[in-house]
């Protein structure tokens, strides 16, 4: 309504839930062209003769065309107007379309049709190259994209483009395609070696998001990281249940320092750190020095394990190196008690270490006591 006549206005409001003066519904636009899969948004407004009618409730269906059977409502506001947007799943084709409420005596009114034409379009695309390519580490790279609709390259496309993953993932731009359809993007590499993975991408007039081929670019390291590792154990051969503390020493024999020197063992956790030639700290391996870190474990049996080495190179780059193997035998007991013990779970005594000194077996045996005699029915002599 308008500023001057509220009071009609209030009638106005009161009529919208009986429509009685005479309603209709119109629908706008009459016609329209979309390219196929786009959207389309139609207008319904209910009238009560001069008064738009609000809070009607309004049914619209694509009557015929690619996207018959496809409906929706909508509820007319204050000017009476319901809008009713739909998507193009049919392809090209032309839909009929009608809008219909329900007036208070129970009677459907419909509107006018309107149509619109989906308008089949060429396939979009969009590719970029180079496919891959190699540079020194913070070079800068350009990518360039060229956007196409069937056979036409696309000027004045917007065009944006994504380092998706690698050292400078997350980096990202635009540009817009020139008359030949190409747009171009140039980056730094700020993130040191190893491989971006680029991707461009357009919204096209089909409102479709269209995405390019992945390409790649490696950034490879000026500088050499490299490290050796040599691993040690406090002993060659012991008894079931000893506690055998291994060594590893670490190097720099490379041509820049390493960040986060972290030692590893396949069957030995935690690997913690206990010095550094130049003593500042296990944060940085500078060049030459060595660090030393240990680790212990209760071997119940011969063990054969490596310990590895990973660290950062100044540019980014990973390093990593696994020590050779080392071997503790473990070895039987010597036959202390003069029998075999059946009839218990032997494993769990032999675990619980210092099985090397065996007598303690007979006192424990002993406060057994006469409720478990059977039990001395399961110590035989060996034969
Ligand atoms: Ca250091």
Redesign the pocket.
């Known amino acids: 309504g308008d500023a001057q006549d509220g009071f009609l206005d209030s009638a106005v409001f009161i009529q919208a839930g009986s429509v009685h003066a005479a309603p209709i519904i119109t629908l706008a636009p009459a016609t329209a062209t979309n390219p196929a899969g786009a959207t389309h948004t139609v207008t319904a407004t209910v009238m009560n003769g001069t008064a738009p009618a609000a809070g009607v409730t309004v049914t619209f269906n694509v009557n015929s065309g690619p996207n018959v059977g496809t409906t929706g409502t909508g509820i007319t506001n204050a000017t009476g107007q319901a809008t009713f947007t739909y998507s193009d799943t049919g392809g090209a084709g032309t839909d009929a379309i009608h809008a219909s409420f329900v007036d208070g005596t129970g009677v459907t009114i419909q509107s006018n049709e309107v149509s619109t034409i989906w308008q089949a379009v060429a396939v979009f695309s969009i590719t970029l190259s180079p496919a891959t390519a190699t540079n020194s580490v913070g070079g800068s790279h350009t990518v360039t994209a060229t956007v196409m609709q069937g056979t036409t390259p696309l000027p004045g496309v917007t065009v944006t483009f994504n380092v998706i993953s690698g050292p400078n993932s997350g980096t990202t731009g635009t540009g817009i395609t020139n008359a030949t359809g190409q747009a171009t993007f140039t980056y730094s590499d700020t993130g040191g070696s190893g491989t971006d993975q680029i991707q461009a991408s357009f919204v096209g007039a089909d409102e479709h998001t269209h995405e390019s081929n992945v390409v790649t670019k490696t950034w490879t390291p000026t500088s050499v990281a490299a490290m050796t590792i040599s691993k040690s154990a406090n002993a060659n051969a012991v008894s079931p249940g000893t506690n055998v503390t291994y060594s590893y020493v670490v190097k720099n024999v490379g041509s820049v320092d390493i960040t986060n020197p972290t030692v590893t063992d396949n069957k030995c956790s935690p690997v913690t750190f206990v010095s550094?030639s130049?003593n500042?700290g296990p944060a940085?391996?500078?060049l030459n020095?060595t660090m030393t870190f240990s680790c212990s474990a209760i071997l119940t049996s011969t063990t054969t394990n490596t310990a590895t080495v990973t660290g950062q190179g100044v540019e980014g780059q990973p390093v990593a190196q696994t020590s050779l193997p080392v071997t503790v035998l473990v070895t039987p007991p010597t036959q202390a008690v003069g029998g075999e013990i059946l009839g218990i779970d032997a494993t769990s005594l032999f675990v619980v270490g210092a099985f090397a000194n065996a007598f303690w077996i007979l006192p424990v045996i002993a406060a057994i006591g006469a409720a478990l005699a059977a039990l001395t029915t399961g110590i035989i002599r060996r034969k």
Do not use: A, K, S
């Open positions: 550094d130049d500042d940085v391996l500078d020095e």
